[in-house]
Structures are given as C-alpha cells and as structure tokens.
C-alpha cells in the first residue's frame, strides 16, 4: 500500500490518502492441479480465521497480505502454488503470533494428530 500526502488547490488543506494495486495477474495452482485466479479475500480470511481472538489487529494482518502481494508481484512467473503461499503466510504469522502461526499450520500441514502439534511447538521453542 502506498501511502501520499496530498494538498486541495482550492483551500490548501492537506490530506493523505491509500493507494494498492487491486488486480494482480497471478494463477494459483492448487494441490489438486487446477489453477484459478489469485484471491486476496481468500488469503485474507484464512489468516483473519487463524489470528481470531488473537492480539493481532487489522492493520498488521493488512501488512501480512501487502508484504505477501509484494513478493508475488515481483516474480518472475504469474503461477504459484497454494503450497508456496501457504509458507509464506506461515513465516510472517511465526513473527506476529505463535498461537496464530500454530492454527494455521495446523490447516495448512494437515495435522492428523497431537503429536504432530507437539513436534511444532517444540520446533517453536
């Protein structure tokens, strides 16, 4: 998000306002091999689901997203997986929150028993 300072021409009053790109041209390849067009709704309501009830605001869930669109629109290709971006919202939520990073993960590396908690939370410590 890019962030400008403006003044009126008319009254000279300044003022900020809040630019981001809104269209990315990226395909995301999902684990089962389809392709569909990058959402960012969608990355945002799986990390909002996974900070709930956490100390995490809006704004640093925004700066999670932008800092995610970034890297995304500065690669090379216009495909990625859902596996990539999965990662890559796991490494920012180890930053903010474990607990968040830990719900997450959970989803995303499909946790099928507690052991497998265990053994990221140990890897946490």
Request: charged share 40%.
């Amino acid at each position: 998000m890019t962030r400008r300072r403006r003044q009126c021409l008319n009254c000279q009053k300044r003022f900020t306002t809040y630019e981001r790109i809104e269209v990315i041209d990226l395909r995301v390849i999902k684990k089962d091999g389809t392709k569909e067009n990058f959402d960012r709704n969608k990355m945002k309501q799986g990390i909002k689901l996974a900070c709930e009830k956490r100390v995490i605001s809006d704004e640093e869930i925004e700066k999670i997203i932008e800092d995610i669109e970034l890297k995304l629109l500065n690669r090379k290709s216009t495909e990625i997986s859902s596996s990539d971006i999965g990662r890559m919202i796991l490494t920012r939520l180890k930053r903010f929150d474990k607990v968040a990073y830990l719900r997450f993960a959970s989803v995303f590396l499909e946790f099928e028993s507690v052991e497998n908690f265990k053994k990221q939370i140990q890897e946490l410590n």
